[in-house]
């Protein structure tokens, strides 16, 4: 079980008004409540270059990250919506932690140790995301400190044996990091009293020039293969080169180069959905992705100690969310890229193992890593 730290360095907490640049802070607000009642913080990090994370305790979202542009100009990088109200309403997972099970489980269902588990069908037939009632809709217990690197917020949440039909009981903290070399850093921990599966993941859709659409981005993927998927979204449990595909990312190419290719993948995730394996050693962290807006000169570096890579290209957002500065989030507007297990991995052996056992601990890093480039 992890306990609630308390709160280190960070005199202003309770308080919205900024402090120095060059200073880091921390500070809560209230976010409203959700429709059931229960009380919302937002917590503001902001490091000693300027930059400034928004997080919520509920799905422990990131609402807003304000990173420079070339011109040293801050501005907005993630889809966020202004109010507890507009993200209790929206399907799209905008900005939320991931949990029991990034991705998919087919039919959802798994077995651990000849013991067959029934999940929720969320998504079709197969479950989606840990579930309706995954980690996305948690309301987590936050404990703010100032650290070395920067301003730092542990999110904590317990799983309850049997919550969204997972075995055992599942002790989890996130902690979020804005260090002062304008990083983003994710880092979990997960414990478990009974054999499950952990999955863990981040779902903010990025756009890095704050908004309109992605699709001129240059993205670059450190992932040779991917896991091809049926019209369902399953993997085959094949790892397939990218080679001659319209998922050929190893050097950095415009994502809407070949977003509609008339390709069997791209047709099944109506664009990109797919997960890439990356080249990197086991539990090392390690660049995975890099993507550059030449617009604003924004660049953003994603690093993780995971196995794969999920690139999703905003497909399904359609302009019904209204969001921070009142933009629409139509389609392809934003991207997310979701360090992660290999979808489906409890029922693909071959695939790295997602089984978190009494006595071990689950663990994983991401950092999105900002910085500009000259041209």
């Known amino acids: 079980m992890f306990a609630v730290a308390s709160i280190v360095g960070a005199a202003n907490v309770n308080s919205m008004e900024p402090m120095p640049l060059d200073k880091a802070s921390i500070a809560r607000s209230d976010f409203g409540k959700t429709v059931s009642g229960k009380p919302v913080d937002l917590y503001t990090l902001r490091n000693t270059a300027g930059s400034e994370a928004r997080i919520i305790t509920y799905g422990g979202i990131v609402v807003s990250l304000k990173v420079p542009d070339r011109k040293g100009k801050f501005g907005e990088v993630v889809l966020g919506l202004p109010s507890i109200a507009d993200y209790e309403k929206q399907a799209s997972y905008l900005g ?10 087919a039919k959802g269902q798994f077995s651990i140790d000849g013991k067959t588990y029934q999940l929720a069908k969320n998504n079709g037939e197969n479950h989606l995301h840990g579930g309706p009632g995954g980690f996305h809709t948690a309301i987590w217990n936050a404990a703010p400190r100032m650290t070395d690197a920067g301003p730092s917020l542990d999110l904590i949440y317990t799983s309850i044996d049997g919550e969204e039909g997972y075995p055992g009981r599942l002790d989890v903290k996130v902690t979020y990091t804005l260090t002062n070399s304008n990083e983003l850093r994710v880092d979990y921990a997960a414990t478990a009293d009974k ?68 390709d069997e993948q791209i047709r099944f995730g109506k664009g ?25 000169g924004r660049k953003m570096e994603v690093l993780t100690t995971e196995p794969g890579l999920q690139f999703y290209s905003g497909n399904f957002l359609d302009g019904s969310l209204k969001g ?41 890093t991401t950092i999105y890593r900002f910085s500009v480039t000259s041209n």
């Open 96 to 105: 939320s932690l991931i949990g029991r099970y990034g991705n998919r489980i």
């Open 324 to 364: 921070n500065g009142g933009f629409l989030y139509a389609h392809r507007t934003g991207f997310c890229l979701e360090a992660q297990h290999f979808p489906d991995s409890p029922n693909k052996p071959q695939f790295p193992s997602a089984v978190l056992r009494p006595g071990d601990t689950y663990k994983q």
């Open 272 to 296: 990109y959905d797919h997960n890439w394996v990356l080249d990197k050693k086991s539990g090392e962290l390690s660049l995975a992705a890099v993507v550059v807006e030449s617009g604003t």
């Open 195 to 262: 054999p499950t599966v952990v999955n863990l993941t981040q779902h903010s859709y990025f756009n890095l020039a704050g908004h309109g659409s992605i699709l001129k981005h240059q993205l670059q993927i450190r992932g040779d293969k991917f896991t091809p998927t049926d019209a369902g979204s399953i993997p085959t449990g094949e790892l397939k080169s990218v080679a001659g595909t319209p998922l050929d990312f190893r050097e950095p190419v415009e994502i809407g180069k070949r977003i509609d290719a008339d």
